[in-house]
Every structure is written in C-alpha cells, then in structure tokens.
C-alpha cells in the first residue's frame, strides 16, 4: 500500500518556476515508477511526465518536454516535477501516481497506476 500526497501548488504568473512535490508512505516506494498527471476544468486528465523506479530514466509527453523535470530522491521517498516557465494554459489540478509496472506503450495511460494522490491546484496567469 501507497499514500500519495502532492504539495507545493499555487498560484503564479506565467514564466514563474513551481516545483511540486509528491510525497509517500511506504517503505516500498522505490519498488514503483511514478507519474504526474493534470486535469483542466472540463477536461479530461492527460499525462504530463513519468520517472522510472531509480530515477534514471524520465518520460515526457513532448509539451512537457524541455518545460518541466521530473525527478526523485528514493531516500526522501519523494518525486518532483518542477514547471520551468509555466504558461497559463498549464493551469490545472497535478496528481501524482505510482505504478507497480509501467512501459512505453502505457506510460501515458492511467490504467497502469495502483495509487493516486489527491492533486494540488496549479494556476498560472498570464
């Protein structure tokens, strides 16, 4: 069993950096690869980026790429993704999940992740 809580949203303008991060219970969170994903008003939630279980490799969707990192400290049991220069349309709830086992065909996918956070609200203006 995981608990996944995300922090660190908030309100900033566009081109101002935010890291959120995503914190677990458990002392077998480096068992799980984890992902960020995000939900607008009205919208459905989209995959945003993905790390495997030691942190060495990363996914992005390409929007996501070159914008925001994802990363992890297994000690800390914590992920972040840090939103370089977000933009307004980046406003949304960001939930953390982990996963179990995940590859490339279902990365971008909620069906492989056991565990979902409660989201935190992140909200950009222009």
């Known amino acids: 069993q995981v608990q996944l809580v995300e922090s660190g949203g908030g309100l900033v303008q566009a081109g101002e950096s935010l890291r959120l991060s995503c914190a677990a219970s458990g002392s077998t969170f480096n068992r799980y690869a984890v992902g960020w994903f995000r939900q607008a008003p009205g919208s459905d939630r989209e995959f945003v980026a993905a790390?495997?279980?030691?942190?060495?490799?990363?996914y992005y969707t390409d929007n996501a790429k070159g914008r925001f990192a994802i990363s992890r400290d297994n000690a800390k049991n914590t992920v972040y993704l840090h939103l370089n220069s977000p933009r307004p349309e980046d406003t949304a709830v960001y939930f953390c999940?982990?996963?179990?086992?995940?590859?490339?065909?279902?990365?971008?996918?909620?069906?492989?992740?056991?565990?979902w956070g409660q989201g935190t609200q992140v909200t950009v203006s222009s």
């Open positions: 790390i495997s279980q030691s942190g060495l490799t990363p």
């Open positions: 999940a982990a996963a179990l086992r995940v590859n490339t065909m279902t990365v971008e996918t909620t069906a492989p992740y056991d565990y």
